[in-house]
């Protein structure tokens, strides 16, 4: 038995079935689905499946999260399903038929930044690191940092910059490998692309502004020359350099005979690629970024730059869900590769982050006592804090509503403070609490200050809301009364035999199921669990089914052959459609009537259908009280 079998089955039910499935795959903590029609998905029932954290729809995608046991989960949910997983790159082209023409867009920017987010992550990691070491004066009197006073401390200072320098300064090398990687051209090519951007043999692009045109160098061939500009940290001209090259390769492959394309390909797809880098999409790749990152800096430094960021933060948290927060990445990069080579954006995204956190934060004191609902709130909440609030938003704040929009307000709050006191950061990819250390250090206390309005406001919002606004099923769980069941009782005071004792091959031989039978002391057969009646025997009142909430069927049948007794010497206590409880009676029989018309009183529980249970489990060889004895049990 598979440890998810009876998660595995419920959920392709619920989802739409097999049919429904246009692809499968799962990331590290969810299960990517693509479905033909969205709509068939039960999501509330989906949401309550004990191993599901939480559903969402992104980017054509119907994802279900798991958690860190995703991969079992996967392999036995399509070796069930009997469907062949694919790649994550499979499941995103398939979704691509479920989305418009920005999504796509979005979908494919977002697909070019996210093999890169790790190294901006450490990048932003390291650079915060020098900043306390190395631009923070906290000795004599606040005249000299760490690496002023330790010769160990600035030789750590000055390494570390080998690394930031490799993430921010060569970041076109990664954006044009990320391209042709996510199009499925050659990366080498575009690694050698991205080197050509960036080589030494320029000028760095962050040296440019502040290098007289005069002192430019140039290409001089004669009837034109060409500024060799270097194009560190740009991230727009890299990206349009990047499908120049993507779109030539494939065009060559596509026209180029074969025998010859090995040599022909690479050459005639490079060469003409660096030319049009240097000469045409890497100067209007830098001036629309210029125009990007000066418009997002007016609005912010504008005397409306306090609407700007109110706006900006209140609605960043939605961004995310969108996908659309990716253009922000290259926005972001693009203000660092300014003279000031830093960014009053990063901060309020940061922020934002810690807001979203800090609505889960209030969520999981509120359902404290909520076993199921902390199961999410507490990984979330912690998620979101470090800088990734996906888990948050899809599998709390979203579902909930006001939790989101309490986070939103905080996030508005907070993002006025930021851009009100002009706090910069020096990188990006370090988000959440962490941020801080992205912070230019004279900018700390009122980045803090920041910080303590983005966990407060949401914090207290959604606390004041929530207590009004939530079920108490919903602050502190079902307790046990949905609690699933585990066993069936006895349905009669007697004796309980194995199944393969009872003189009729029906259900000797298990045809209609395994189970237990009785040999009855006592004459009302009563409710082995709480169900529902399904199948109620009115004209004869020998045999009743009842189906339990995990799905488990069970038949329950008086007397062998007792049907051609046409009803006599039995009462049928309950019709079908009842709801019953353990020890509810069901049939009243004269056990004297039933012998007399030679047939033998053994009453059968048969299960039928085994819904959720696995391992089910029949005791017999003992005396049985009715509604106390387990008879029947199962994990």
């Known amino acids: 038995m598979g440890k998810y079998e009876n998660d595995v089955k419920r959920l392709l039910t619920l989802i739409g079935g097999k049919e429904n499935i246009q692809a499968v795959s799962h990331c590290m903590t969810r299960m990517r689905f693509v479905l033909v029609n969205p709509e068939k998905a039960d999501e509330k029932a989906i949401q309550e499946l004990k191993s599901v954290k939480g559903t969402f729809t992104q980017a054509g995608q119907y994802q279900v999260i798991i958690g860190n046991d995703v991969a079992v989960f996967y392999n036995e949910f399509t070796e069930y399903a009997g469907i062949e997983g694919v790649s994550k790159e499979n499941v995103k082209e398939a979704a691509k038929s479920n989305q418009n023409m920005l999504q796509k867009i979005m979908g494919v920017l977002g697909e070019i930044f996210a093999p890169l987010i790790p190294a901006l992550v450490c990048g932003g990691l390291i650079l915060g690191f020098r900043n306390i070491i190395g631009e923070i004066n906290f000795f004599n009197n606040g005249t000299q940092s760490l690496s002023d006073i330790s010769t160990f401390w600035a030789g750590v200072y000055n390494f570390l910059w080998l690394i930031g ?3 921010f300064h060569l970041l076109p090398v990664g954006i044009v490998w990320s391209i042709t990687k996510k199009m499925g051209t050659t990366q080498i090519l575009g690694i050698i692309l991205g080197l050509t951007l960036v080589s030494p043999q320029l000028l760095n692009g962050f040296s440019v502004s502040s290098t007289p045109a005069a002192e430019i160098p140039v290409w001089d061939f004669g009837f ?22 993507v779109y030539l390769e494939k065009f060559l492959k596509k026209h180029c005979p074969e025998v010859i394309s090995m040599i022909v390909v690479p050459f005639c797809a490079l060469v003409p690629s660096v030319i049009i880098a240097h000469t045409i999409v890497g100067p209007i790749g830098w001036k629309i970024g210029d125009v990007i990152g000066n418009v997002v800096y007016a609005g912010l430094t504008s005397k409306f730059r306090l609407v700007f960021a109110a706006v900006f933060g209140f609605f960043y948290a939605p961004l995310v869900m969108t996908g659309l927060h990716h ?21 309020m995204i940061a922020l934002s982050n810690i807001a979203q956190g800090s609505s889960v934060l209030a969520m999981s004191v509120l359902q404290r006592k909520n076993e199921r609902a902390q199961q999410i709130n507490v990984p979330s909440c912690i998620s979101c804090y470090l800088g990734v609030t996906e888990p948050a938003l899809f599998g709390v704040n979203v579902k909930y509503g006001f939790p989101l929009i309490c986070g939103m307000i905080g996030s508005s709050c907070a993002a006025m403070i930021s851009i009100g006191f002009g706090i ?12 801080i250390l992205s912070i230019k250090p004279e900018y700390y206390l009122l980045f803090l200050l920041a910080m303590a309005v983005a966990v407060a406001v949401p914090f207290m919002l959604t606390l004041i809301v929530g207590k009004m606004r939530l079920s108490k099923e919903e602050l502190c769980g079902k307790n046990g009364e949905e609690k699933e069941e ?50 109620a025997m009115e004209e004869t009142g020998h045999a009743c089914g009842m189906k339990l909430k995990n799905g488990l069927e ?54 039928t259908e085994e819904g959720s249970a696995v391992e089910i489990s029949m005791h017999t060889g003992m005396e049985a009280e009715a509604g106390k004895t387990t008879v029947v049990s199962w994990s």
Request: glycine share 12%; charged share 20%; with cysteine.
């Open 165 to 167: 320098e490799a993430v």
């Open 224 to 245: 034109t020359t060409v500024q060799m500009i270097g194009y560190q940290g740009q991230v727009i001209a890299a990206m349009m350099a990047g499908f120049v090259l």
């Open 327 to 347: 253009m922000t990445n290259a926005i972001d990069s693009q203000m660092l590769a300014t003279p000031a080579k830093s960014t009053i954006l990063w901060p």
């Open 424 to 435: 910069e950061a020096l990188s990006i990819g370090v988000g959440g609490l962490p941020g």
């Open 486 to 535: 585990k066993e069936l009782k006895a349905i009669l005071d007697g004796s309980v035999v194995p199944l393969e004792e009872v003189p009729d091959e029906v259900f000797s031989r298990k045809i209609m199921g395994d189970g237990v039978a009785i040999e009855p002391s006592s004459a009302v057969v009563c409710a082995p669990a709480d169900g529902e009646i399904t199948v």
């Open 554 to 607: 069970i038949l329950i049948h008086v007397g062998i052959d007792t049907v051609s007794m046409g009803g006599d010497g039995f009462e049928l206590l309950v019709k079908e459609g009842d709801m019953v409880k353990n020890g509810t009676p069901l049939i009243r029989f004269d056990k004297e009537k039933i012998k007399a018309a030679g047939h033998p009183c053994t009453t059968m529980l048969i299960v």
